[in-house]
């Protein structure tokens, strides 16, 4: 039996081609926002992080805020709406659902079965322990969603990462300390939505993809025919991407990677009169930007989609936004969004993200497993 726990790489300065990651610098605005009304918002400002007690005397240099504009008061009709709409992944050959229960879950992941703790699984496990203990790799430790823990591999050893490939993209599987894989598979929903949109555009479609992690769906919009922008605010999850986009020899495709907190990048594009035809968006409830930004999604998310739907272009496509692990119904991002997008046309749908069981070979549908809340704007 083995078990650890991996160091994070190096943060890369520069990509193996010698291009540098990108650090998007503000520059002089081309259009102001349409008027802003005066309504309530916390502000969103950049935050210096706190000192620790037992640190050094050195006193942390305040970071220089970075004002929020009100939000806008939108007119018009609300765009028409779905709901519930409940996207399901199922099973392929690269990624499923085994079996979930007693807050657990086994999936396939390429090559290796992977147990994780998972506490929508209320129910019984559907398969006898026999199947539960062939399982490659375990995650043991905090069970919150974001909580600290280590890998276990009853089998062998394994390394960190193993090859992997969603809808023709390859990309790192990868055992991090914080139990995720490096890649949430029930985004494949979006991923092929956005994927038909892209192919079947007829024109570049500029793609921004926020709070954007391993880069997996970077990737796919990418490898589509659209123009990408990535942002995240772990240099770790950049180089990651990075790395993925090497693994799939992609490095020639139009995409900026940029290491920034996700509200100071999109302030900064709506001043410059920056637009996309699609955005994904999908927050953590709480993070943190480079410079120690802080990200609450309860305070910041309306501000957010705000200027997102500013910097959504004339013939956008969708605005998709998926929520995880928050105390909220999928109406309160629903609701929000068509409020945000009064006077786009188009319609809101709004529901959850759910993997659904198959079974050990991929056959046998079972439970519906939850695992986010969504609301997207499409344009038609
Ligand atoms: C849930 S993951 C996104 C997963 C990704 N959409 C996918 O499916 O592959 C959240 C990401 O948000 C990033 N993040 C957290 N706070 C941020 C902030 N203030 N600005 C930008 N990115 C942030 C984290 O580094 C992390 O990569």
């Known amino acids: 039996m083995g078990a650890a726990c991996f160091p994070a790489p190096p943060a890369p300065h520069s990509t193996d081609d010698g291009r540098p990651i990108v650090k998007d610098r503000p520059r002089r605005p081309k259009s102001g926002p349409a008027a802003p009304v005066k309504a309530p918002v916390k502000a969103y400002v950049q935050k210096a992080p706190a000192a620790k007690a037992s640190a050094p005397k050195k006193e942390p240099r305040p970071a220089p805020e970075t004002p929020a504009r009100p939000l806008m008061r939108r007119e018009g009709d609300k765009p028409a709406e779905r709901v519930p709409v409940i996207l399901e992944t199922a099973g392929s050959d690269q990624y499923r659902l085994i079996d979930s229960g007693a807050g657990e879950k086994l999936e396939q992941y390429g090559p290796y079965r992977i147990v994780r703790p998972e506490a929508q699984a209320l129910w019984q496990r559907s398969l006898p322990d026999s199947v539960w203990d062939k399982a490659d790799a375990l995650f043991t430790g905090d069970t919150d969603?974001?909580?600290?823990?280590?890998?276990?591999?009853?089998?062998?050893?394994?390394?960190?990462?193993?090859?992997?490939?969603?809808?023709?993209?390859?990309?790192?599987?990868?055992?991090?300390?914080?139990?995720?894989?490096?890649?949430?598979?029930?985004?494949?929903?979006?991923?092929?939505?956005?994927?038909?949109?892209?192919?079947?555009?007829?024109?570049?479609?500029?793609?921004?993809?926020?709070?954007?992690?391993?880069?997996?769906?970077?990737?796919?919009?990418?490898?589509?025919?659209?123009?990408?922008?990535?942002?995240?605010?772990?240099?770790?999850?950049?180089?990651?991407?990075?790395?993925?986009?090497?693994?799939?020899?992609?490095d020639k495709l139009p995409i900026r990677w940029i290491c920034e907190d996700a509200m100071k990048f999109i302030q900064r594009e709506e001043r410059r009169g920056s637009k996309y035809d699609i955005i994904l968006a999908d927050p953590p409830k709480f993070g943190r930007g480079p410079n120690g930004e802080v990200w609450h999604l309860?305070?910041?998310?309306?501000?957010?989609?705000?200027?997102?739907?500013?910097?959504?272009?004339?013939?956008?496509?969708?605005?998709?936004?998926?929520?995880?692990?928050?105390?909220?119904?999928?109406?309160?991002?629903?609701?929000?969004?068509?409020?945000?997008?009064?006077?786009?046309?188009?319609?809101?749908?709004?529901?959850?993200?759910?993997?659904?069981?198959?079974g050990p070979d991929g056959r046998n549908a079972g439970r519906a497993l939850s695992t986010s809340l969504f609301s997207r704007w499409i344009s038609a």
């Open 145 to 250: 969603e974001d909580g600290m823990g280590r890998w276990k591999f009853p089998k062998v050893l394994l390394g960190e990462t193993w090859p992997m490939q969603l809808l023709g993209v390859d990309f790192h599987g990868r055992f991090t300390a914080f139990r995720h894989v490096g890649v949430f598979p029930e985004q494949l929903a979006h991923w092929s939505w956005m994927k038909e949109k892209v192919e079947t555009a007829g024109r570049p479609l500029k793609v921004l993809n926020l709070f954007g992690y391993t880069g997996v769906a970077s990737l796919v919009a990418a490898s589509a025919g659209a123009e990408v922008t990535h942002v995240d605010a772990s240099r770790k999850a950049i180089g990651w991407a990075r790395e993925n986009q090497t693994l799939g020899r992609m």
């Open 298 to 358: 309860f305070d910041h998310l309306p501000l957010m989609l705000d200027i997102c739907r500013e910097i959504l272009s004339p013939k956008a496509i969708g605005l998709v936004l998926t929520a995880y692990s928050i105390r909220a119904s999928f109406y309160s991002i629903h609701e929000l969004m068509r409020e945000t997008m009064r006077g786009a046309g188009g319609t809101v749908e709004s529901g959850e993200l759910v993997i659904r069981e198959s």
